[in-house]
């Protein structure tokens, strides 16, 4: 079984639409994220949520809205999408939002939009 | 502000020895980790420490100097599927699990 899961893998949309990713997991785990790995490879947080409530919020577009409906899923809305939005996006998880605990990753999401 | 260093790329042999290294500007310290990333998929959890010393495990060990600021992975009897970018990331002292991440070091492994 996956741990943590995000759907879709791969998202190719125009500029200016609004899109969606998804994510769970199943590690029964308090604390989960969305980072943002750019061309350069370069990972770095966007949000970081605990048991539903937002936590951390780096300095993101309001253009990406989180949404957590409960604890083990952690969805991301982007809006109006840009060029430079065009990334992959890892949702991650960790046990809480303690440090000492190891942050496990999903899958990445591939986002290009022309 | 946060500001961790580490090489942009390294080159090694099917069954050598290759030392990573990372050094760190943070404000405060909770932890640093080291992660591997193959092309195209997630990062995975090798290392982490805490405290300053040598942590061994398989192949792979990681050392930290809190003093220094400065970590290395080592990665012993190299394989061809070692070949990927290792992540230097340290947790700060603000008491979140939040990880910042460096740059990686892409290793390509040879025959």
């Known amino acids: 079984d996956t741990a943590v899961s995000q759907t879709p893998k791969y998202l190719v949309t125009q500029m200016g639409n609004d899109k969606s990713i998804k994510c769970e997991q199943n590690?029964?785990?308090?604390?989960m994220y969305w980072y943002k790995q750019d061309s350069k490879k370069f990972l770095k947080i966007m949000f970081s949520y605990n048991n539903k409530e937002l936590i951390i919020n780096e300095t993101v577009p309001n253009r990406f809205s989180p949404k957590s409906p409960d604890k083990a899923h952690l969805n991301l809305h982007i809006n109006s999408l840009e060029l430079g939005d065009s990334a992959v996006y890892f949702c991650?998880?960790?046990?809480?939002?303690?440090?000492?605990?190891?942050?496990?990753f999903g899958e990445g999401s591939w986002l290009t939009v022309v | 502000g946060q500001n961790i260093d580490q090489p942009t790329e390294m080159t090694a042999t099917e069954g050598a020895i290759v030392q990573i290294n990372c050094t760190y500007q943070t404000s405060g310290f909770n932890g640093l980790f080291w992660y591997q990333q193959h092309a195209g998929e997630a990062p995975t959890f090798l290392s982490y420490n805490v405290l300053d010393g040598l942590e061994e495990k398989g192949r792979f060990s990681s050392f930290l100097s809190r003093s220094k600021g400065y970590s290395y992975l080592l990665l012993k009897e190299l394989q061809m599927k070692d070949s990927a970018s290792y992540l230097c990331?340290?947790?700060?002292?603000?008491?979140?699990?939040?990880?910042?991440f460096g740059k990686g070091t892409m290793l390509l492994v040879s025959p």
């Open positions: 991650a998880s960790s046990q809480d939002i303690t440090g000492g605990n190891t942050i496990y």
């Open positions: 990331a340290v947790r700060d002292g603000s008491g979140y699990s939040t990880l910042t």
């Open positions: 590690l029964g785990h308090d604390t």
